[in-house]
């Protein structure tokens, strides 16, 4: 798959697979295991997702914002560090090590409005990769019109190709959705009810 991430400011959550997550329901690792970025979230509720033991391959990865942040640039880490919770402390040391893994794996990163720019970034990814458009919490800034935009594209990109839609902060807070097209098809579905900082989420399916 291709990802593309709205909102990416410094890129480091198009790194996923680069990374380790473990979770409360056992001692098992997933992701990259040797990985020093260690992520550990807890899962709530009686329902587990369905975890992967192979990270699925990954042909290309691009970041569009507004205003991008470069890690190499010392004021711009810090005014990323600055934004973390000051009670948070595992955070801020995630951080680190997601900048430092980030220097090892550097990605492209596009200064520009995501939804205009979406279209002509998908002309570029090939043509035998599914395209996986993913943001955060940036859809919170969107006015009305400009979620409806994007909601658009995305469909308009899904006539002619396979395309995961993968958001929270649109239709509602604090809810993850994944919208597909496969072959053309539309699918929705809402997978699970997450804390804003990732350290719970609750699956629904």
């Not at 040391?93 to 893994?101: G, H, M, S, V, Y």
């Not at 006015?143 to 990109?157: F, N, S, Y």
Request: charged share 25%; proline share 6%; aromatic share 8%.
């Amino acid at each position: 798959m291709s990802l593309i991430e709205i909102g990416t400011s410094a890129g480091l959550q198009l790194l996923w697979d680069k990374y380790a997550y473990s979770y409360n329901i056992s001692d098992k690792t997933y992701g990259d295991v040797n990985s020093p970025v260690r992520i550990a979230s807890e899962i709530r509720g009686d329902k587990t997702p369905p975890f992967l033991d192979v990270i699925p391959p990954v042909a290309s990865r691009l970041g569009i914002d507004l205003h991008l942040n470069d890690l190499r640039d010392p004021e711009d880490r810090l005014w990323l560090k600055a934004l973390i919770w000051p009670e948070h402390d595992d955070r801020w040391e995630l951080f680190e090590r997601a900048a430092d893994c980030f220097k090892n794996h550097p990605v492209e990163l596009v200064e520009a409005d995501g939804v205009t720019h979406l279209p002509l970034v998908a002309e570029r990814i090939p043509q035998d990769t599914a395209i996986c458009i993913f943001h955060t919490h940036v859809a919170n800034q969107m006015p009305p019109q400009t979620k409806h935009a994007l909601l658009r594209t995305v469909r308009e990109l899904g006539k002619t190709r396979d395309v995961f839609h993968l958001y929270n902060n649109i239709r509602d807070l604090n809810l993850l959705h994944l919208d597909s097209c496969i072959d053309g098809h539309e699918h929705s579905e809402t997978l699970a009810a997450t804390d804003g900082h990732g350290r719970w989420f609750k699956w629904l399916q």
